[in-house]
Every structure is written in C-alpha cells, then in structure tokens.
Nanobody
Framework: QLTFWESGGALVQPGESLKLNCVAF????????VGWFRQAPGKEREGVSC????????HYADSAKGRFSIFRDNTLNTVHLQMTNLKPEDTAEYYC???????????????????WGQGTQVTVSS
C-alpha cells in the first residue's frame, strides 16, 4: 500500500494563487505517473493535470491551461500543482492519484489510476 497525501488547499479570493502538494512517503514518487483531479459538489470528478514518471510528459485540462502548472520536486518526493488566477469555478476537492510509470505517458482519465489520496479542499470566494 502506498502512503501519500495531498496538502495545500485553502480558502482564497478570486485572482489569487495556491500551490497544492502530493507528498509521498516510503517510496519514490518519480516512479509513478501522477494525476490531479477535482470534484465539486454535485459534479463528476474531472482531470485537471497529469505528469508522467520522470516528468517526460504533462497534460492539462482546457480549464487549467495557462493558469496551472504541474511539476515534480524530487528532493521533497512531491508533485506540485501550482494554480494561479484562481476562479470561483475552481472550487472543489482536489485529489492526486498514482499509476506505476509507463514511460512518457500519463492519462487524464480517473479510471487509469490505481491509488488515490484523501483530497484537499480548495475554495475560491470573495
């Protein structure tokens, strides 16, 4: 069983920035593709961004392009999701999910991932 968790969620105002963290313990996160997903109340879970193992590939949902950035910090065994210019519609529970590395590939579909964190809440409101 993999031990990892999300952190960094908070209440922020529109236009502000936030950095989410997917932190791993006891294994090397760089060996796994990582996806960030979000789910708002009453809505389906949607893919936000993903990064392949070794960071060879990244993908973003259209809603995240130009505002969010996914990257690894291997010294911290962490994958970050840097979010800027946040909007009220970004409000959701955010989850990171892992899949054993498949080269320079990651998937934006939740069904591809085997392991899920508990989530961290992001609320964007004035």
């Amino acid at each position: 069983q993999l031990t990892f968790w999300e952190s960094g969620g908070a209440l922020v105002q529109p236009g502000e920035s936030l950095k989410l963290n997917c932190v791993a313990f006891g294994f090397t996160l760089d060996d796994y593709a990582v996806g960030w997903f979000r789910q708002a109340p009453g809505k389906e879970r949607e893919g936000v961004s993903c990064i392949s193992s070794r960071g060879g590939a990244t993908h973003y949902a259209d809603s995240a392009k130009g505002r969010f950035s996914i990257f690894r910090d291997n010294t911290l065994n962490t994958v970050h999701l840097q979010m800027t210019n946040l909007k009220p519609e970004d409000t959701a529970e955010y989850y990171c999910a892992l899949h054993v590395g498949q080269g320079a590939y990651c998937d934006m579909s939740s069904t591809w991932y085997d392991n899920w964190g508990q989530g961290t809440q992001v609320t964007v409101s004035s």
